[in-house]
């Protein structure tokens, strides 16, 4: 499988579980993302992982967990969400960190939503 | 904090209409993407400008990039339903050492 593939596509979950969000990417990428893609909101960037090191937490609440295990593979580990949390979460993964040369491949995202 | 402005925000034609949608920005981009996403889908990218003044083409898209660096715009000749979708504009900044979304410009080209 080719791309970058996340899993599940959908989750619903209440505000007191335990879950994670799944990246796969084999492209032979340095660098992966989460962003967090709200209604009406630009793109916010999440965390920034480049050769499984993290570079960069936007100042992002720690209910938010990321796992970097290797360069193929991204979590995110999620708990005591708040409905405001509901989003669509993005992963993506660049040849440089920034993107900036050949730009970012994306999944298809996993539509998050808190109860 | 670098910021990318995109307008209009939503844009509704009929097919074969051509249309213009711009980002701009006060900083300088060492290089700009543009990506188009549709519903349910991740963003998927269209082109990378690198040198200002350029201009690239896929197919009936026309990509140009300032020529200090600091915006850019996309024209669709003659428009069709299968353009619908957010486009969304991304410059990387090697001081910065990040990319910055804009927040989109929302097409729909109706039959």
């Known amino acids: 499988e080719t791309g970058v593939t996340q899993t599940p596509r959908h989750l619903v979950m209440g505000m007191t579980n335990k879950k994670s969000l799944k990246c796969e990417q084999h492209l032979g990428h340095n660098a992966m993302y989460w962003y967090k893609q709200s209604a009406k909101k630009p793109l916010e960037l999440m965390f920034v992982y480049s050769l499984e090191e993290r570079v960069e937490n936007n100042s992002v609440p720690s209910r938010f967990s990321p796992e970097c295990p290797n360069s193929s593979h991204l979590f995110l580990h999620l708990h005591t969400l708040q409905p405001e949390d509901s989003a669509l979460y993005l992963c993506a993964s660049s040849q440089d960190p920034m993107g900036s040369s050949y730009g970012y491949t994306f999944g298809s995202g996993t539509r998050l939503t808190v109860v | 904090t670098q910021l990318l402005e995109q307008s209009p925000q939503f844009l509704s034609i009929q097919e074969g209409e051509n249309l213009t949608v711009y980002c701009n920005s006060s900083s300088v981009f060492s290089s700009l993407q543009w990506y188009r996403q549709e519903p349910g889908e991740g963003p998927v990218l269209l082109v990378t400008v690198v040198t200002g003044g350029e201009v690239k083409k896929l197919k009936r898209l026309t990509f140009q990039f300032g020529d200090a660096r600091k915006d850019s715009s996309l024209h669709i000749t003659a428009a069709q339903p299968g353009d619908t979708g957010l486009y969304l504009c991304?410059?990387?900044?090697?001081?910065?050492?990040?990319?910055?979304f804009g927040d989109g410009t929302t097409l729909t080209v109706k039959p």
């Open positions: 991304a410059g990387a900044n090697t001081n910065a050492g990040k990319s910055t």
